[in-house]
């Protein structure tokens, strides 16, 4: 191949993102391993805002319904989140955390830190605010 050539997969942003997606879920999955990181989103999110529309809580996580459907299906199964028809819509389904899922949370949160800190750990503190930054804007 010749110079015309400039394609470098080791430069390529989806490349670099998917190698630094999997360390992350490497750590994360050595961190927490009760929970995937979508799992984790979810729950999160539930403990940031409370109880959410199963449609909203898929816009907060950047999930389509198909995908939020099957991750509050898998944590109902563990006990983590509960769901009820909404009182004043009862086509809408809201989902909430149980007793048992705001403890796993509680008890999560230093370790989701720590999975944060972990992902950054090759980076000084203002990289690491610059590439958050960064990404922010990609998003």
Request: glycine residues 8%; hydrophobic residues 45%.
């Amino acid at each position: 191949m010749g110079k015309a050539t400039a394609y470098l997969l080791d430069e390529q942003i989806g490349y670099l993102l998917r190698r630094a997606t999997q360390r992350h879920l490497a750590i994360f999955s050595a961190r927490i391993p009760r929970v995937t990181t979508t799992q984790w989103a979810v729950l999160a999110r539930l403990m940031e805002l409370g109880p959410l529309s199963q449609n909203l809580l898929g816009r907060e996580t950047a999930m389509d319904a198909a995908t939020v459907k099957g991750v509050v299906d898998r944590l109902a199964r563990e006990g983590l989140v509960a769901t009820a028809p909404d009182p004043s819509d009862r086509r809408r389904l809201i989902v909430g955390l149980t007793g048992e899922g705001r403890a796993f949370c509680e008890e999560a949160l230093a370790s989701a830190a720590r999975v944060s800190d972990e992902t950054l750990a090759p980076l000084g503190p203002e990289e690491r605010r610059v590439l958050l930054d960064l990404l922010a804007r990609l998003v």
